[in-house]
């Protein structure tokens, strides 16, 4: 008998949530209304109170608002890092802008701080900083490295909640101390989730009021009251060609609840994190940096890296492990591997690190449903493989 197989991810929604979506369902209103603005409210709280939260469908359709409220058009620059998502870059495209991609510091795989400051040119309007897999990047060293506070700070938090850096400085990514805004995704993989979703979060009220503005159409109340004082249910002024972006209240029920289990959700996959340090150590394989003493890493991906003195490839490891049913992935295929991104002219020479660390990088499963069991079959099998 095959043992039964561990998929890589399994988001964890019991019956609470589904109580919560059914709930809604049997209120009559299933798109944007009060459970949005709660979830938001919530969220925002969550982000240390002093922010704005804005719901949206995705962490891209968050990203591409942020961008469009700070003005990103052609003839922009906005530097992202090579070690991410599509998804990152793809929404400086689509406003016409340049992403210019930097290679990443390859004990953490974030973006190199030691590069930006030679990325900056006078057009550059934003830093797209990737918390990855959890682990923050330090801002601090961004801004300096940035110059001035002329660039925008837009954090890509998609795999960071909840995380801190320098939990008694900065407090929680998120809060924007250091940030114009940061994104978060509620995709089926991602920390929590609500199927599909994600939330801006920013301390200036006027990003969040274009970003409020665009999610819908474009359609602004405010404006349409300044015609009448006396606004009838069906009125509004439509001040932009906007977006259809906005949270239905269906997934900003799930997303309530997840919000409120994010905390011990996160503990779990922390403690699976030390299982693997601890079991996986004198390995053929790199594993993760640990996060600074002051640092709270969200583990939202565990990715190991295949060293030289293992007797199997990446790809082969992979395979193997799905042979003895294991799913793992890799994150990431880094953008100057993708036909498109190489188009624009970045390639293995302009990022060298990410290039060599692309043939290495492993995910294992981490997630709050991984039973103890299911750890351990992990571990023995890893170490069956790399021996
Ligand atoms: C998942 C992800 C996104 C996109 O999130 P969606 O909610 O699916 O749009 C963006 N950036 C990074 C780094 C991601 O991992």
Redesign the pocket.
């Known amino acids: 008998m095959t043992d039964p197989h561990i998929p890589f991810a399994v988001p964890d929604l019991g019956a609470e949530e589904a109580h919560a979506v059914a709930e809604v369902i049997r209120s009559g209103w299933i798109t944007s209304g009060p459970q949005m603005r709660a979830f938001e409210s919530e969220f925002s709280e969550f982000a240390g109170g002093s922010v704005e939260s804005v719901a949206v469908n ?3 359709a968050g990203l591409h608002l942020v961008l469009e409220a700070l003005g990103v058009g052609p003839g922009s620059e906005v530097i992202v890092p090579d070690w ?2 599509t ?2 870059a793809e929404i400086v495209r689509l406003l016409g802008g340049t992403p210019v991609i930097v290679d990443i510091d390859p004990a953490t795989l974030n973006i190199d701080l030691n590069r930006v400051a030679d990325a900056v040119t006078n057009r550059t309007v934003a830093a797209i900083p ?1 918390h990855f897999a959890g682990l923050p990047v330090n801002l601090t060293e961004l801004r300096s490295a940035l110059g001035a506070g002329r660039v925008a700070i837009v954090e ?1 938090a ?2 960071a909640l909840p995380a801190s850096s320098g939990i008694s400085s900065n407090g929680v990514v998120g809060d924007c101390r250091e940030s114009d805004a940061a994104v978060f ?3 089926a993989t ?1 920390t929590i989730t609500t199927g ?1 979703g ?1 939330m801006i979060t920013t301390r200036r009220p006027e990003l969040a009021r274009r970003c409020r503005v665009m999610r819908l159409h474009g359609i602004d109340r405010d404006a349409f009251d300044r015609y009448t004082s006396d606004t009838p249910a069906w009125g509004y002024d439509v001040v932009a060609a906007g977006f259809k972006y906005n949270m239905t209240d269906i997934a900003a029920a799930m997303g309530r609840v997840q919000l409120a289990k994010a905390s011990i959700m996160r503990e779990k996959r922390a403690a699976i994190a030390s299982r693997y340090a601890d079991a996986l150590k004198g390995l053929p394989i790199r594993l993760p940096t640990p996060a600074p003493d002051d640092t709270l890493h969200a583990w939202h991906l565990y990715v190991a890296r295949i060293g030289p003195q293992s007797p199997v490839t990446r790809d082969e490891f992979i395979q193997l492990m799905a042979a003895a049913g294991i799913g793992t992935s890799v994150h990431f295929i880094p953008l100057h591997r993708h036909t498109f991104w190489r188009s624009l002219g970045t390639g293995a020479d302009t990022c060298p690190v990410a290039d060599a660390e692309a043939d290495k990088a492993v995910s294992l499963p981490i997630y709050s449903s991984l039973t103890e069991s299911q750890v351990e079959r992990i571990i023995d099998t890893t170490r069956e493989i790399l021996s």
Request: charged letters at 20%; aromatic letters at 18%.
């Open positions: 995705s962490a891209t991410t998502f998804a990152t990737v890509d998609a795999h995704s509620f995709y991602k599909e994600g």
